[in-house]
């Protein structure tokens, strides 16, 4: 800028006094200084301003001239202010014309900070050249010029320019740093307002529910803190959310004109007019990017470190959330797995006070729901055992376990398992006890009956290998029995006959006893009346248990109906009664009853049976009775109390096995020298009885058939040789499947009928029958065993087959070979 102004008269050599130019600068500087430092702020108090005043006090009497020359950044010089005496002609030109080569001087002096004067003419010094430092580096210089009719400078002028130049540097390093000053605290201002808006965000985004409202929360909060044109967020989840300029709420979805953008390093960078900043937690998987706009106006690195922040702030409320979704997905599946478990758990105190418990342990103590405001009852036992385990946890510093025997819940002995392990809990002074509880009674029955079952199997297997050799004595005994039955007719022989029937009979029973240990009976259950039952073997009772026993019938007929095997059933009545007969060696009464009852509840636990109604069948005795350890054994299998070749221990384990069976149970009473009461419990139905008429006998005719008998007793093939023999049938015998097979191969005619038996040893009574029905699709099968049952004809062809089961007598073999004919004519 140059200024041009006129000479005055009072700066003429004439008038000129020396030493008054350098007072005035001073004065004048001083003036000027003092208002910078104490004057109001004015919309010229910035750097030019201050060029302009100094230049103007420079050339009030003390110079012609005055140039401000001043470095740009690139280093070159700039003609900043010129004033001058050239009247209405160019100052620079004038000054250029009154100091050749100033310009070079100038530029010297900027560089090396120093002071030059010019002296055209001997000492008289007509310039003055002060370079100017502003933050301790070049930053211009100043030149004052005298016109050749005045005074040259003396030394004091020097000094005063230089002074003045100084001062003017320090004015202007003030300035700067006066706007420095204020542009920092204009900055510092607006920091502080994003770090508010930052802040408020960071609380609203830590109590966002899910994604989608940190999404927003963001977005919105980046737009406002920075003055963005656009936000944007993207997640790696795939939510995207944006808000721009005018846009009161921010919308889900993504932006095509933020994806070049987004592009590059994942690192907080500056792209153009974006900020770019991952959101991430420190270490942790990246969650997203944000980004931010403005148009027009630069973005800071302070607002890309604030954007950071921000962006610290949505990750961490992102993390927070997965965090929570974790913890809210790990105690639903605590909850499940704590309330569904099979075993108790309960939260206890030191002192054994339960404070929490889950519904096992609801279930296994009968207590109320956890908060119901009713106290739980806990048995003493469990008090004691919650005690000792926490003395026990305690001492070893890890968790204990404790089995307790015996403890009575709900009026039962239960037995416990324990474990226990000390918790301790935020906000509670005291640790707790966490116990499991498992209720492990049935578990131990259940095991105890699993070994008794295995240990029957083993006696089964042994006693039907017995049987099946005993049924075929006894179906020789009852076989030659009956057909001395028809030879003789001396009456003591006829009762010495019946007397080996009798006998074998009693036998065949035993046998039966001996097949069903170790496994189910076989049972044909059929609809009856108990008492009916009863009633009908009122006589046979009687004649069993002497006549030195009392009996005494007490049948409701409205008791009501049961499905049980009647066979077994009337077994079972009999066994009872022998068993009564020999407890009263002296005589008593048996008393047995039948009478309807509905089993409920607690009875219904005890028993094992499903709540109902039930008929209930009473042998009672007044005799010798039986001890607690006696009761306890009295249904094993084998058990008796009776001497050598009077018992066999499977009278009682047969009615069990028969109640159980059949949905009932059986329990026991007894008092020693008092008596004893057998009650069984029988589901009641309301099923019709069904009355089987007795059919006559059937007439036998003799046979025409060829019949290939497969056995390999030899004494009792020859028997049912000599039964189908004498009824007018052809036999061929084979004592093993095999003989048989090639016998049947061999023989040319036709065979009509197949008797085997079950097992020979090699090839199979099924097995021989299969293989020759295929040869010989017309061949009737008549099976026969001791151990078996009608199952075995499974693999027949259908309406072909019949079952005998042994022992039999020779009229039930002809009956069921006559039976199998009729069927094929």
């Given at each position: 800028?140059?200024?041009?102004?006129?000479?005055?008269?009072?700066g003429?050599?004439?008038?000129?006094?020396?030493?008054?130019?350098?007072?005035?600068?001073?004065?004048?500087?001083?003036?000027?200084?003092?208002?910078?430092?104490?004057?109001?702020?004015?919309?010229?108090?910035?750097?030019?301003?201050?060029?302009?005043?100094?230049?103007?006090?420079?050339?009030?009497?003390?110079?012609?001239?005055?140039?401000?020359d001043?470095?740009?950044?690139?280093?070159?010089?700039?003609?900043?202010?010129?004033?001058?005496?050239?009247?209405?002609?160019?100052a620079?030109?004038?000054?250029?014309?009154?100091?050749?080569?100033?310009?070079?001087?100038?530029?010297?002096?900027?560089?090396?900070?120093?002071?030059?004067?010019?002296?055209?003419?001997?000492?008289?010094?007509?310039?003055?050249v002060?370079?100017?430092?502003?933050?301790d580096?070049?930053?211009?210089?100043?030149?004052?010029?005298?016109?050749?009719?005045?005074?040259?400078?003396?030394?004091?002028?020097?000094?005063?320019?230089?002074?003045?130049?100084?001062?003017?540097?320090?004015?202007?390093?003030?300035?700067?740093?006066?706007?420095?000053?204020?542009?920092?605290?204009?900055?510092?201002?607006?920091?502080?307002?994003?770090?508010?808006?930052?802040?408020?965000?960071?609380?609203?985004?830590?109590?966002?529910?899910?994604?989608?409202?940190?999404?927003?929360?963001?977005?919105?909060?980046?737009?406002?803190?920075?003055?963005?044109?656009?936000?944007?967020?993207?997640?790696?989840?795939?939510?995207?959310?944006?808000?721009?300029?005018?846009e009161?709420?921010?919308?889900?979805?993504?932006?095509?004109?933020?994806?070049?953008?987004?592009?590059?390093?994942?690192?907080?960078?500056?792209?153009?007019?974006?900020?770019?900043?991952?959101?991430?937690?420190?270490?942790?998987?990246?969650?997203?990017?944000?980004?931010?706009?403005?148009?027009?106006?630069?973005?800071?690195?302070?607002?890309?470190e604030?954007?950071?922040?921000?962006?610290?702030?949505?990750?961490t409320?992102?993390?927070?959330?997965?965090?929570?979704?974790?913890?809210?997905?790990?105690?639903?599946?605590?909850?499940?797995?704590?309330?569904?478990?099979?075993?108790?758990?309960?939260?206890?105190s030191?002192?054994?006070?339960?404070?929490?418990?889950?519904?096992?342990?609801?279930?296994?103590?009968?207590?109320?729901?956890?908060?119901?405001?009713?106290?739980?009852?806990?048995?003493?036992?469990?008090?004691?055992?919650?005690?000792?385990?926490?003395?026990?946890?305690?001492?070893?510093?890890?968790?204990?376990?404790?089995?307790?025997?015996?403890?009575?819940?709900?009026?039962?002995?239960?037995?416990?398992?324990?474990?226990?392990?000390?918790?301790e809990?935020?906000?509670?002074?005291?640790?707790?006890?966490?116990?499991?509880?498992?209720?492990?009674t049935?578990?131990?029955?259940?095991?105890?009956?699993?070994?008794?079952?295995?240990?029957?199997?083993?006696?089964?297997q042994?006693?039907?290998?017995?049987?099946h050799?005993?049924?075929?004595?006894?179906?020789?005994?009852?076989?030659?029995?009956?057909?001395?039955?028809?030879?003789?007719?001396?009456?003591?022989?006829?009762?010495?006959?019946?007397?080996?029937?009798?006998?074998?009979?009693?036998?065949?029973?035993?046998?039966?006893?001996?097949?069903?240990?170790?496994?189910?009976?076989?049972?044909?259950?059929?609809?009856?009346?108990?008492?009916?039952?009863?009633?009908?073997?009122?006589?046979?009772?009687?004649?069993?248990?002497?006549?030195?026993?009392?009996v005494?019938?007490?049948?409701?007929?409205g008791?009501?109906?049961?499905?049980?095997?009647?066979?077994?059933?009337?077994?079972?009545?009999?066994?009872?009664?022998?068993?009564?007969?020999?407890?009263?060696?002296?005589?008593?009464?048996?008393?047995?009853?039948?009478d309807?009852?509905?089993?409920?509840?607690?009875?219904?636990?005890?028993?094992?049976?499903?709540?109902?109604?039930?008929?209930?069948?009473?042998?009672?005795d007044?005799?010798?009775?039986?001890d607690?350890?006696?009761?306890?054994?009295?249904?094993?299998?084998?058990?008796?109390?009776?001497?050598?070749?009077?018992?066999?221990?499977?009278?009682?384990a047969?009615?069990?096995?028969?109640?159980?069976?059949?949905?009932?149970?059986?329990?026991?009473?007894?008092?020693?020298?008092?008596?004893?009461?057998?009650?069984?419990?029988?589901?009641?139905?309301?099923?019709?009885?069904?009355?089987?008429?007795?059919?006559?006998?059937?007439?036998?005719?003799?046979?025409?058939?060829?019949?290939?008998?497969?056995?390999?007793?030899?004494?009792?093939?020859?028997?049912?040789?000599?039964?189908?023999?004498?009824?007018?049938?052809?036999?061929?015998?084979?004592?093993?499947?095999?003989?048989a097979?090639?016998?049947?191969?061999?023989?040319?005619?036709?065979?009509?009928?197949?008797?085997?038996?079950?097992v020979?040893?090699?090839?199979?009574?099924?097995?021989?029958?299969?293989?020759?029905?295929?040869?010989?699709p017309?061949?009737?099968?008549?099976?026969?065993?001791?151990?078996?049952?009608?199952?075995?004809?499974?693999?027949l062809?259908?309406?072909?087959?019949?079952?005998?089961?042994?022992?039999?007598?020779?009229?039930?073999?002809?009956?069921?070979?006559?039976?199998?004919?009729?069927?094929?004519?």
């Amino acid at each position: 800028m140059m200024t041009r102004r006129a000479p005055t008269t009072a700066g003429s050599k004439v008038d000129e006094v020396p030493g008054d130019r350098a007072s005035d600068l001073r004065r004048r500087y001083v003036e000027l200084r003092h208002a910078q430092r104490h004057g109001a702020p004015s919309p010229r108090s910035d750097e030019a301003a201050l060029l302009d005043a100094f230049v103007e006090i420079a050339r009030e009497g003390f110079a012609d001239w005055v140039a401000v020359d001043l470095m740009d950044e690139s280093g070159a010089t700039i003609r900043s202010r010129l004033v001058g005496a050239d009247g209405d002609g160019d100052a620079a030109a004038a000054l250029e014309k009154a100091v050749p080569g100033l310009a070079g001087v100038v530029d010297r002096v900027i560089v090396s900070g120093t002071t030059e004067t010019w002296s055209p003419e001997g000492d008289a010094v007509r310039a003055v050249v002060v370079g100017l430092r502003v933050k301790d580096r070049a930053y211009g210089a100043v030149s004052f010029v005298l016109a050749p009719e005045r005074n040259p400078y003396d030394r004091d002028d020097l000094v005063a320019a230089e002074e003045a130049a100084w001062g003017l540097g320090a004015m202007v390093e003030r300035r700067l740093l006066q706007d420095e000053s204020r542009a920092a605290l204009r900055a510092t201002q607006r920091m502080a307002r994003q770090l508010h808006q930052v802040f408020a965000a960071t609380v609203s985004v830590s109590g966002a529910r899910d994604e989608v409202e940190v999404a927003t929360t963001v977005v919105q909060s980046a737009r406002r803190v920075f003055d963005a044109d656009l936000a944007t967020l993207e997640l790696s989840s795939g939510l995207a959310a944006w808000t721009a300029r005018g846009e009161a709420h921010a919308t889900l979805g993504r932006r095509d004109d933020v994806a070049a953008p987004l592009e590059g390093p994942d690192e907080a960078r500056r792209v153009g007019d974006w900020l770019i900043v991952p959101v991430a937690e420190r270490d942790a998987a990246r969650y997203g990017v944000l980004a931010v706009r403005r148009e027009g106006r630069a973005l800071s690195s302070e607002d890309l470190e604030i954007a950071t922040l921000l962006a610290q702030a949505a990750a961490t409320a992102l993390g927070s959330r997965v965090l929570a979704r974790g913890i809210e997905r790990s105690e639903a599946r605590l909850r499940a797995l704590v309330e569904t478990a099979p075993v108790g758990i309960v939260e206890a105190s030191v002192d054994g006070t339960p404070r929490w418990w889950n519904r096992a342990a609801e279930r296994i103590f009968a207590w109320p729901p956890p908060g119901a405001g009713t106290l739980p009852t806990v048995p003493r036992a469990l008090a004691a055992a919650f005690g000792e385990l926490a003395r026990e946890v305690g001492e070893r510093g890890g968790p204990a376990v404790r089995d307790l025997v015996d403890v009575e819940v709900r009026g039962r002995a239960r037995d416990l398992t324990t474990a226990a392990a000390r918790v301790e809990l935020p906000d509670e002074p005291d640790s707790t006890l966490m116990v499991l509880i498992d209720d492990v009674t049935d578990h131990r029955q259940l095991k105890a009956e699993v070994a008794h079952a295995q240990q029957m199997e083993l006696r089964g297997q042994v006693a039907s290998t017995v049987a099946h050799d005993f049924n075929n004595l006894i179906t020789l005994i009852t076989g030659y029995a009956e057909i001395l039955m028809r030879e003789i007719d001396e009456a003591h022989l006829v009762e010495m006959v019946r007397d080996i029937q009798s006998t074998a009979s009693r036998a065949s029973r035993l046998t039966a006893q001996l097949q069903s240990i170790g496994r189910a009976p076989a049972l044909d259950p059929v609809v009856l009346a108990p008492g009916d039952v009863v009633r009908a073997n009122a006589e046979v009772l009687e004649r069993v248990v002497g006549v030195d026993v009392e009996v005494e019938l007490r049948l409701d007929d409205g008791a009501g109906a049961i499905r049980v095997d009647a066979a077994q059933f009337e077994q079972m009545i009999l066994n009872l009664a022998i068993n009564a007969r020999d407890a009263m060696p002296d005589g008593g009464r048996l008393v047995i009853a039948v009478d309807g009852v509905e089993v409920a509840g607690a009875a219904a636990d005890v028993l094992r049976v499903e709540p109902g109604r039930f008929v209930r069948v009473s042998v009672s005795d007044t005799g010798i009775g039986m001890d607690e350890e006696t009761m306890a054994r009295c249904f094993d299998t084998f058990f008796t109390t009776k001497g050598p070749l009077q018992g066999t221990g499977l009278g009682l384990a047969s009615a069990r096995r028969l109640a159980e069976a059949s949905g009932g149970a059986i329990s026991v009473r007894s008092t020693l020298a008092v008596g004893t009461t057998f009650e069984v419990l029988f589901p009641a139905t309301r099923e019709a009885v069904v009355t089987e008429l007795a059919s006559a006998a059937p007439r036998r005719t003799r046979g025409f058939a060829t019949i290939l008998v497969a056995e390999d007793d030899d004494a009792l093939r020859r028997l049912m040789v000599q039964v189908l023999s004498r009824n007018g049938y052809q036999v061929l015998e084979g004592a093993s499947g095999e003989e048989a097979r090639s016998l049947a191969e061999r023989y040319e005619g036709p065979i009509d009928l197949l008797v085997s038996d079950v097992v020979l040893g090699g090839l199979s009574g099924p097995e021989l029958a299969t293989e020759l029905q295929g040869s010989r699709p017309s061949l009737l099968v008549l099976l026969t065993s001791g151990t078996a049952d009608a199952s075995v004809l499974a693999g027949l062809a259908a309406g072909t087959s019949m079952f005998l089961a042994k022992p039999f007598r020779p009229s039930a073999l002809i009956d069921g070979v006559q039976d199998l004919l009729a069927r094929r004519d």
